[in-house]
Nanobody, 115 residues
Framework: QVQLVESGGGLVQPGGSHRLSCAAS????????MSWYRQAPGKQRELVAF???????NYADSVKGRFTISRDNAKKMVYLEMNSLKPEDTAVYYC?????????WGQGTQVTVSS
C-alpha cells in the first residue's frame, strides 16, 4: 500500500535550521508532484512548497528564501531544508504526493520553533 512517512520533527531555536524527510513507498515516486504542507494550531493547512517530477520548485511567500525542497527519486525521498526558522513556522508538517488525482498524505511531524 502507499505510505508516506515523515521524520525529523522536533524543537528548534529561532534562527536555527532543521531538515525534514519524507520516505515514500507503494507509488511510482518519480512521476509524482511532491509537496510539504503545514498546519498550525487553529489554522488551516497550507502549502509550504512543492517539487515537480522535473524538479521545478515553488514556495509559499512566507518561506521563500528560507526553505528548500528537494527530492531523490532513486531513494524515493523528499526533503525540506528549513533555515532562519521563526516561531510562526511552528506547525505539524505533512508530506503530500499528487499525480493525476491520486493524492496521498503522511501522518505529519511536529516542528516547534521556540527558545
Amino acid at each position: 500500500q502507499v505510505q508516506l512517512v515523515e521524520s525529523g520533527g522536533g524543537l528548534v531555536q529561532p534562527g536555527g535550521s532543521h531538515r525534514l524527510s519524507c520516505a515514500a513507498s507503494g507509488i511510482l515516486f518519480r512521476i509524482f508532484v511532491m509537496s510539504w504542507y503545514r498546519q498550525a494550531p487553529g489554522k488551516q493547512r497550507e502549502l509550504v512548497a512543492f517539487i515537480t517530477s522535473g524538479s521545478v520548485t515553488n514556495y509559499a511567500d512566507s518561506v521563500k528564501g528560507r526553505f528548500t525542497i528537494s527530492r531523490d527519486n532513486a531513494k524515493k525521498m523528499v526533503y525540506l531544508e528549513m533555515n532562519s526558522l521563526k516561531p510562526e513556522d511552528t506547525a505539524v508538517y505533512y508530506c503530500n504526493a499528487n499525480y493525476g488525482g491520486s493524492i496521498y498524505w503522511g501522518q505529519g511531524t511536529q516542528v516547534t520553533v521556540s527558545s
